[in-house]
């Protein structure tokens, strides 16, 4: 028989255990799932030293039993739609933008997989033709991923707070719903603690939900977590956390978007990289003289528009320096994402230089971008076009194969 201090210290190592197993401060462990676990081991005849004892070695049954009792695994389809929007009109466009043949999306801390095939039903309903869609769901609940993996779900999972925004399931029987085969098919699930890195073999993503995992970390275990999620987004790959896990955006990203959004971005190695040095001047005594007297600096110029570096770019073509201007468009797309006239004079660049799929990848973002807009509205470029002119070209090109 254990007594009431044996059994005491039972259940403050035991809640170390889930701490340092998960990363939850101790204040998000809940007292009564620890103490279930406990009691019921103890109501089993078993004595507080070998509960002790058990609770030395990582991953026995006692442990895992802790975990499965403490892991909160609430989540439901298209949850916080915002960032599913942001999703489609912001991370994949971005990602096309950078000529990637692939939508790669983790979702890190994925429970019982509702948010990972909301990811995935999203990016195959962007993706243009040729464009691949691959998403990950990571837990450490082993068995939620399992009902992940069967992806039939009820009624807990489908709410009025997350509305169908992409095909994602079809009715079965007892109103249940099971994922359709195209999302089951480029959805994949494996165990993993946000803790410690994502193994290589997961490969980088261009996008990463984890969201309503972070709320139980201690600080310092937000923090590692953030920096595996961050190594693991490509330049230019974007991070969506819940909606109050951070008050500053990660180590090495940057926020895009409002604050309620939680979306972060992580800057390409252009981005980061030094403004040039203005070249080294021998000091002058006078010239440190006139300083003093001379007038304050007149306000920096406005930033160039983008009609303007677009009008550069022409002009570059024109010189017959189609590598220059595809840079300057680059730039320019980075800066303003949706500019209509330099997506498509970029996706015309690609293409005359062979670059068939970053082309049919371009022009599938002007064409989508084009039909979300009112047909007749101007867009200003060198030459102010309607929006339907855009959405013609696209699907001239698409359609043709290429615009002469
Ligand atoms: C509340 S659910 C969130 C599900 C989904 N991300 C959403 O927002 O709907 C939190 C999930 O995080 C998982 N989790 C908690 N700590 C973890 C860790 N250290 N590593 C991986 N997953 C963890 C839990 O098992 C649980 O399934």
Redesign the pocket.
């Known amino acids: 028989m254990s007594s009431g201090v044996e059994s005491q210290q039972v259940l403050a190592r035991a809640r170390e255990v889930v701490s340092s197993c998960?990363?939850?401060r101790d204040t998000a462990i809940s007292p009564s799932a620890v103490d279930r676990v406990v009691r019921a081991e103890l109501a089993r005849g078993r004595s507080a030293a070998e509960l002790l004892a058990e609770l030395q070695r990582p991953g026995t049954p006692l442990a895992r039993a802790l975990l499965d009792a403490v892991?909160?695994?609430?989540?439901?389809f298209f949850?916080h739609p915002e960032q599913f929007r942001f999703l489609a009109s912001e991370v994949v466009p971005a990602a096309l933008r950078r000529g990637e043949l692939a939508l790669r999306g983790w979702?890190?801390?994925?429970?019982s997989g509702?948010?990972t095939y909301s990811i995935a039903a999203c990016l195959l309903g962007m993706a243009p033709p040729g464009v691949r869609v691959e998403v990950l769901g990571?837990?450490?609940?082993e068995g939620?991923l399992q009902a992940a993996r069967r992806g039939v779900y009820g009624n807990w999972s489908r709410r009025e707070a997350g509305p169908m925004l992409y095909p994602l399931y079809t009715e079965v029987a007892d109103g249940r719903v099971s994922i359709i085969d195209s999302v089951r098919a480029v959805t994949r699930f494996a165990q993993?603690?946000?803790?410690e890195p994502l193994p290589e073999l997961h490969g980088s993503f261009d996008v990463i939900?984890?969201?309503?995992?972070l709320t139980?970390f201690s600080p310092d275990a937000v923090q590692m977590?953030l920096g595996h999620l961050a190594r693991a987004l490509v330049p230019g790959g974007h991070l969506l956390l819940?909606t109050v896990e951070v008050d500053h955006p990660p180590a090495g990203l940057v926020r895009v978007g409002p604050p309620e959004l939680q979306a972060f971005r992580r800057p390409t190695a252009k981005e980061l990289a030094p403004p040039p040095k203005p070249a080294a001047r021998e000091p002058e005594p006078f010239r440190v003289a006139m300083r003093a007297v001379t007038p304050p600096l007149p306000a920096p110029p406005p930033p160039p528009s983008p009609v303007k570096l677009h009008t550069e770019a022409l002009q570059r073509i024109e010189g017959g320096d189609e590598a220059g201007a595809a840079t300057i468009l680059e730039k320019l797309l980075q800066q303003f994402r949706d500019y209509l006239p330099g997506m498509l004079e970029l996706a015309l660049l690609r293409e005359r230089a062979g670059a068939r799929e970053a082309a049919f990848a371009l022009m599938n973002t002007v064409r989508d971008n084009a039909a979300r807009l009112p047909p007749d509205l101007t867009i200003e470029g060198p030459e102010p076009l309607p929006a339907r002119f855009y959405r013609a070209s696209a699907d001239a090109f698409l359609t043709l194969g290429a615009i002469e």
């Open positions: 998960t990363g939850f892991l909160v695994g609430e989540t439901y949850r979702s890190a801390g994925c429970a509702e948010e990571t837990d450490l609940h939620r993993g603690n946000l803790l939900f984890c969201r309503n995992v139980y977590a819940g």
